[in-house]
Nanobody, 119 residues
């Protein structure tokens, strides 16, 4: 069983920065794809950024050029550096770990961390 623990959320003014961290238990972090998702009130959960086990990244158009996802396999941790934050970035941010192992997919979620951007 994998547990994901997010941290780093909080309240910040528009234009500010935050760095989210997600630490994973277990031994499959390095072979897994990691993602950050967010869900604003009344909206569906959406992908923010993703990094594969090989280090390839992709981003939602709304955050390109402002957010950076990275991973440290030695620490079993994935990060989301968020710069130039906007009020529309306000949401609960969730960490996701997923992949394919022994022909079976796996998918784990963290509990979420609140990010609030004031105008």
């Amino acid at each position: 069983q994998v547990q994901l623990v997010e941290s780093g959320g909080g309240l910040v003014q528009a234009g500010g920065s935050l760095r989210l961290s997600c630490s994973a238990s277990g031994s499959i972090f390095s072979i897994s794809n990691m993602g950050w998702y967010r869900q604003a009130p009344g909206k569906q959960r959406e992908l923010v950024a993703r990094i594969t086990s090989g280090g390839r990244t992709n981003y939602a158009d709304s955050v390109k050029g402002r957010f950076t996802i990275s991973r440290d396999n030695a620490k079993n941790t994935v990060y989301l550096q968020m710069n130039s934050l906007k009020p529309e970035d306000t949401a609960v941010y969730y960490c996701n770990l997923g992949g394919l192992r022994l022909s079976r997919t796996y998918d784990y979620w963290g509990q979420g961390t609140q990010v609030t951007v004031s105008s």
